[in-house]
């Protein structure tokens, strides 16, 4: 089991948005997510800088390469970026975090 982190930006105005949008999250999305092995994933917003706190709990971390090239995740990723700093290929900005704690 590995733990990851990572933030993401948000569009100003579009926390509301966010929010409805992830509280209706695909039957098939969260299915993928649960085949990648992610086992627990969280996400949480910094109301003040706009920017997504992520963390995840990982089976296995190398299995979530699959998640790119999956038509689902593309088009979870087509849905969200007008709302989110995003790459060309709709793919969010993420910034890898290193664990500097842990207490189990």
């Given at each position: 089991m590995?733990?990851?982190?990572?933030?993401?930006?948000?569009?100003?105005?579009?926390?509301?948005e966010?929010?409805?949008?992830?509280?209706?999250?695909w039957?098939?999305?969260?299915?993928?997510?649960?085949?990648?092995?992610?086992?627990?994933?969280?996400?949480?917003?910094?109301?003040?800088t706009?920017?997504?706190?992520?963390?995840?709990?990982?089976?296995?971390?190398?299995r979530?390469?699959?998640?790119?090239?999956?038509?689902?995740?593309?088009?979870?990723?087509?849905?969200?970026?007008?709302?989110?700093?995003?790459?060309?290929?709709?793919?969010?900005?993420?910034?890898?975090?290193?664990?500097?704690?842990?207490?189990?």
């Amino acid at each position: 089991m590995a733990r990851i982190a990572f933030t993401m930006k948000l569009f100003p105005g579009y926390e509301a948005e966010y929010r409805r949008r992830h509280a209706t999250i695909w039957p098939e999305l969260q299915a993928l997510l649960k085949e990648a092995g992610i086992a627990e994933y969280s996400i949480f917003l910094d109301e003040e800088t706009l920017l997504l706190f992520a963390y995840m709990v990982v089976e296995e971390p190398d299995r979530r390469g699959q998640l790119p090239g999956h038509p689902v995740m593309q088009k979870w990723w087509d849905q969200m970026k007008d709302i989110m700093d995003s790459h060309p290929d709709n793919s969010p900005v993420t910034r890898p975090l290193k664990e500097v704690f842990y207490m189990p």
